[in-house]
């Protein structure tokens, strides 16, 4: 089949997400939520040892932080959909 370069490109991750940072206000929180999370564990790594008591935060963080990211991408792929 030959192309034309007329067919639209998706549009990039990068570009997508800055849209969605500027346009959408959940968006914006759940990524503050996540960059906070990512401060507070290299915090943590940043300790040669860690309590058990900040095992499980590591832990409980990482769950949260992985929970917020699937949950942006959803959204990304949601607005996708619209374009």
Same mark, same amino acid.
């Given at each position: 089949?030959? /192309?034309?370069?007329?067919?639209? +490109?998706?549009?990039?991750?990068? +570009? ?7 346009? %959408? ?25 860690? /309590? &058990?008591?900040? #095992? ?13 990211? &699937? ?5 990304? %792929? &949601?607005?996708? #959909?619209?374009?």
């Amino acid at each position: 089949m030959l /192309s034309f370069g007329l067919e639209e +490109e998706p549009m990039e991750e990068k +570009e997508l997400k800055e849209i969605m940072l500027k346009q %959408n206000p959940e968006f914006r929180l759940l990524q503050a939520e996540h960059q906070t999370f990512e401060k507070k564990l290299e915090t943590l790594k940043a300790k040669k040892t860690l /309590s &058990d008591e900040e #095992k499980v935060e590591e832990r409980e963080m990482k769950k949260r932080k992985l929970a917020l990211k &699937d949950r942006m991408y959803q959204m990304m %792929n &949601d607005f996708r #959909k619209t374009l």
